[in-house]
């Protein structure tokens, strides 16, 4: 009977213990996945959210069910803040508020207390003025700001601290502008207000998302000067990159995967084959294109790195934006 006895209380050791791995025994996942959208239906985070899920289905790279779950509030904040809790069958989308919101005194949370496993697609960032306005080039409109900042308004949204913000300062700085003496007008409804602003000459020059101007520079009824991709964008061939006009810099509008704390290697790989063979379908070029967002995938340890750089980078803009005393 003591043999029984303690036959039975090894068996139910063992079994708890496999139950609580993730992927010592090879067999992560062991539940649903949870996808975290750190924001209300809709708008970038959500879709892409929702987008992996379909397309991680639809194409059988993940067996056990997906689901996505909306943590609005806090510029991605109380979503990520749920995610620092959780184990590694939940994943959260993010991008660069996850290094500025911490910058900005807004988080006690860094990029450092997640697991990378992906960053995935990017917006580019945008400079337009008016059609009407006196400017050939992006060199044209710096050098008015340089000899009259507090007359050039400057048309950005919904806060400062974000990419739209960051990247005209960053632009800024490297022709010799201070970000202090930058003219910027808020508008707190995002881009579809700063670009309204813009048509109606209420600002000299706008610095927002590439998807929010597009449409209207191709009708004419406004002019990008300069985008803040590598390359000159296809459907776009007529606007220079930064980088042509002198301005030696690239800024993307990432978007990417996270994980919480401490996930194993395993978990990670098993991401890493996932997340690889997704941004391979067709499926996922879609959805790129029909959204105006450009293939950046890089896989857990690119991110790693990629963050370290994006980490300085923020850091010393928001120092130089005097938005931290």
Not at 26 to 32: C, F, L, S, W
Not at 123 to 150: G, M, R, T
Request: proline fraction near 4%; include cysteine.
């Amino acid at each position: 009977m003591k043999k029984l006895v303690v036959f039975v209380l090894a068996v139910l050791i063992l079994t708890a213990c496999s139950s609580n791995s993730t992927s010592g025994n090879g067999e992560y996942p062991t539940k649903n996945i949870e996808v975290v959208a750190p924001a209300s239906p809709g708008g970038g985070w959500d879709l892409t959210a929702r987008s992996v899920q379909k397309i991680l289905k639809d194409n059988n790279l993940v067996d056990n069910n997906i689901n996505v779950i909306n943590k609005p509030g806090g510029g991605g904040e109380v979503g990520w803040s749920y995610l620092h809790t959780k184990d590694s069958h939940y994943l959260a989308v993010n991008s660069s508020l996850l290094l500025t919101n911490h910058f900005l005194g807004q988080s006690k949370l860094t990029y450092e207390d997640f697991t990378p496993l992906a960053t995935l697609a990017t917006e580019w960032q945008a400079i337009a003025v008016s059609v009407d306005a006196p400017y050939e080039n992006i060199n044209d409109l710096f050098e008015d700001i340089k000899n009259d900042p507090a007359s050039i308004k400057i048309g950005v949204g919904p806060g400062l601290g974000n990419d739209d913000h960051l990247s005209f300062v960053q632009a800024a700085g490297m022709r010799d502008v201070a970000a202090k003496d930058l003219n910027f007008l808020v508008y707190d409804g995002g881009g579809g207000d700063v670009v309204t602003a813009l048509l109606g000459n209420h600002v000299n020059a706008v610095t927002t998302s590439l998807s929010e101007v597009k449409e209207q520079h191709i009708a004419g009824k406004l002019k990008i000067l300069a985008v803040s991709s590598e390359d000159r964008l296809e459907e776009l061939e007529d606007v220079p990159t930064l980088k042509e006009e002198g301005i030696d810099m690239v800024f993307p509008h990432w978007r990417g995967i996270m994980g919480p704390p401490d996930m194993t290697e395993e978990e990670i790989k098993y991401w890493d084959e996932k997340l690889g063979e997704m941004v391979k379908s067709e499926e996922w070029a879609e959805l790129l294109t029909n959204n105006d967002w450009d293939d950046f995938y890089q896989n857990s340890s690119d991110t790693k790195a990629f963050f370290d750089e994006q980490a300085e980078l923020y850091k010393d803009l928001i120092g130089e934006s005097g938005l931290v005393q």
